[in-house]
């Protein structure tokens, strides 16, 4: 069965900073991949998608993951988080036997004004 | 984006009684819609799948007869939590997507609270 694993449950930063979240998967075929976020009191958004092509995909608000098959990762990246990315980020996995939607634990971020 | 539309938002029920929410998709067919249940400061564990016609593939552990799932239309899937009880008090939330290789679109999620 599939599963998604992320690594960081609470990341704090400050203004500024750079972030990277990481997301494994575990599944062997095709896979589709995608970055949900989710604002206090908000519902699900999605940040990124990967289906093919370049693996190295750019979302909203400055977002960009990358996809490396060989390490069965697509990390989340940013290169200077701003105190309204604080939120809680999913990974999730779309794969296998009905395409199910398999989400990770979640990580919170918080960045410090 | 596509829009999906989960109604109530909150509910409060009466432990014993059965709660119906609603999940649609307002400008697209959804093939597939998922139903989620969120706890508090943990993520969405997926509770079921269903197709448009067909019975929903639950996942392990949740309970059929309690969590009765309909997605009769190409735009409408419903979870009724029957007998509930306070511990099935959670954040319940849809998603709606139109292929296997597209992405899925998620309600605003409801909030059930069983006294």
């Known amino acids: 069965a599939q599963s998604v694993s992320q690594h960081n449950h609470h990341v704090i930063l400050s203004e500024a900073a750079s972030l990277e979240l990481g997301c494994n998967y575990s599944?062997?075929?095709?896979?589709?991949l995608f970055w949900y976020v989710q604002y206090p009191g908000q519902h699900l958004q999605l940040l990124l998608k990967?289906?093919?092509?370049?693996?190295l995909v750019k979302g909203i608000k400055g977002f960009e993951a990358e996809f490396i098959k060989s390490k069965f990762s697509f990390n989340l990246r940013k290169p200077s988080v701003q105190w309204s990315d604080t939120a809680e980020y999913f990974c999730a996995v779309n794969a296998g036997g009905g395409f199910k939607t398999i989400f990770g634990a979640g990580t919170r971020l918080f960045v410090k004004a | 984006g596509a829009v999906v539309s989960q109604h109530p938002s909150r509910v409060i029920c009466k432990s014993g009684t059965s709660v119906k929410i609603e999940c649609r998709s307002l400008d697209f067919q959804a093939t597939t819609m998922f139903w989620y249940r969120q706890f508090p400061k943990q993520s969405l564990m997926l509770m079921a799948t269903?197709?448009?016609?067909?019975?929903?593939?639950?996942e392990q552990g949740v309970e059929k007869d309690k969590f009765l799932i309909n997605h009769a239309s190409l735009t409408l899937s419903t979870l009724t939590v029957t007998s509930a009880h306070p511990e099935d008090s959670s954040f319940y939330i849809c998603s709606a997507r139109q292929t296997e290789n597209t992405e899925a679109f998620f309600g605003q999620g409801t909030r059930l609270t069983v006294v």
């Open positions: 599944y062997g075929g095709t896979v589709n």
């Open positions: 990967y289906f093919s092509g370049d693996p």
């Open positions: 269903s197709n448009e016609g067909s019975k929903a593939t639950y």
